[in-house]
């Protein structure tokens, strides 16, 4: 079954502090990989997503995520993080096509001034 | 603007009692999901649907029921079988391997 792992259940950076933000999935074939982002009583906007192709990939709001294989990972960064960046992150995994997505329980950032 | 639309965004139910949860898509997307969140928790999927008048149960489907007469539409029923009602509820959509597209979403407590 597949499955993801935040380990970090609350993270507190300084306002342009760097960002990263760690994710373990296991998956038994390649996995479609996402970051969501969640305002409080808000529901989830995408942030980016991995199918294939470069392991690198670019988001909106200045974010990237690396996918490692050899890892299982999937780590979200930011190079300097603001003050709106302050919200609750969840990594998912799917199987692509219309196969339910597996969330983790989320990583909650708190950004300081 | 194309989206997903959830009401209401607050409900209160009575012990005993059923509730519906209103999902409505402009977005032409096949799929369609009911997700619930609690605290410390993550998503946990209660039901999808890929297709009209077909759906399937998710991880925890106990206590709810849905229905997909219409592609733009996915209403879910809480039941008064369900008995930790109390949570987020949170419906989304997708189209083939895009992600998903969520609502903002309806807070539901038992009074």
């Known amino acids: 079954a597949q499955s993801v792992t935040q380990p970090d259940i609350h993270i507190t950076v300084s306002e342009g502090a760097s960002l990263e933000l760690r994710c373990n999935y296991s998956y038994g074939a390649t996995p479609y990989l996402f970051w969501y982002v969640q305002s409080p009583g808000q529901g989830l906007q995408l942030l980016l997503k991995?199918?294939?192709?470069?392991?690198l990939v670019q988001g909106i709001k200045g974010f990237e995520a690396e996918f490692k294989r050899s890892q299982s990972s999937f780590n979200l960064r930011k190079p300097s993080v603001h003050w709106s960046d302050a919200a609750e992150y969840f990594c998912a995994v799917g199987s692509g096509g219309y196969q339910k997505v597996t969330f983790g329980t989320g990583t909650k950032l708190q950004v300081i001034p | 603007d194309g989206g997903i639309t959830q009401s209401p965004k607050y409900l209160f139910r009575k012990e005993g009692q059923n509730v519906t949860l209103s999902c409505e898509q402009n977005?032409?997307?096949?799929?369609m999901y009911w997700y619930r969140q609690d605290p410390g928790q993550g998503l946990r999927l209660i039901y999808y649907s890929q297709i009209v008048n077909d759906f399937q149960k998710g991880d925890i489907a106990e206590g709810y029921s849905v229905s997909r007469e219409k592609k733009e539409s996915f209403p879910l029923t809480v039941t008064s079988a369900q008995k930790n009602p109390t949570a987020f509820y949170l419906c989304?959509?997708?189209?083939?391997?895009?992600?998903?597209?969520f609502g903002s979403g309806t807070r539901l407590t038992v009074v």
């Open positions: 989304a959509s997708s189209i083939r391997g895009v992600g998903y597209t």
């Open positions: 991995y199918f294939s192709g470069d392991t």
């Open positions: 977005l032409n997307h096949d799929a």
